[in-house]
């Protein structure tokens, strides 16, 4: 026989063992004792999970419901926005990015303009700066950058760039 079987029947004999070694009494105490911890563990592993998921699903799917049709709402008004005619942003002038520059504590080093395209030159900015700056041109000018050459100075995050931007739209 395998080792598992002799093992097994190793146990059952010594079940059987105790088991008999019991009074009528003791057997039915341990069997009524067996049932209420089988149940309760039953209990507690499969009905208990089971009923405390439910009642935390009725209560949360009312908020589920709402969320759904107010994200079924905002893409209705977004399809509906995205045939509206967008309103274009003002032109890039040297004027407007000299005072944007300054309102995020940066300073141009030189501007040039030539029609939808400007080139800049920072020197010694801080490059959290200059990427809020960015972000910022992006999304309120719709000025993409087109070329970029940033260099990482002594004082850590403090750069020196040029750039090259041009405003319209950013593909």
């Given at each position: 026989?395998?080792k598992l079987?002799q093992?097994?029947?190793?146990?059952?004999?010594?079940?059987?063992?105790f088991?008999?070694a019991r009074?009528e009494?003791e057997r039915?105490l341990?069997?009524?004792?067996?049932?209420?911890?089988?149940?309760a563990?039953?209990?507690?592993?499969?009905?208990?999970?089971a009923?405390?998921g439910?009642?935390?699903l009725?209560?949360?799917?009312?908020l589920l419901?709402q969320?759904?049709?107010?994200?079924?709402a905002?893409a209705?008004?977004?399809?509906?926005?995205?045939?509206?005619n967008?309103?274009a942003?003002?032109a890039m002038?040297r004027?407007?990015l000299?005072?944007s520059?300054?309102a995020?504590?940066?300073t141009?080093?030189s501007?040039s303009?030539?029609?939808?395209y400007?080139k800049l030159?920072l020197n010694g900015?801080?490059f959290?700066?200059?990427?809020a700056?960015?972000?910022?041109?992006?999304a309120?000018?719709?000025?993409?950058v087109?070329?970029?050459?940033?260099s990482?100075q002594?004082?850590?995050?403090?750069v020196d760039?040029v750039?090259?931007?041009r405003?319209g739209?950013?593909?």
């Open positions: 026989m395998s079987k093992t097994m029947q190793h146990y059952q004999a010594a079940g059987a063992a088991w008999q009074s009494q039915r341990l069997g009524i004792g067996g049932a209420v911890l089988g149940l563990l039953a209990y507690s592993l499969l009905l208990a999970p009923l405390d439910r009642v935390k009725q209560q949360e799917l009312p419901r969320q759904a049709a107010e994200l079924q905002l209705l008004e977004a399809g509906q926005l995205k045939g509206q967008q309103v942003p003002a002038t004027d407007a000299v005072a520059l300054a995020s504590s940066l141009a080093q501007i303009l030539t029609g939808d400007a030159q900015v801080q959290a700066n200059l990427m700056w960015l972000a910022a041109q992006r309120d000018s719709r000025v993409a087109r070329e970029a050459s940033i990482a002594s004082p850590a995050g403090m760039a750039l090259t931007l405003q739209d950013s593909k």
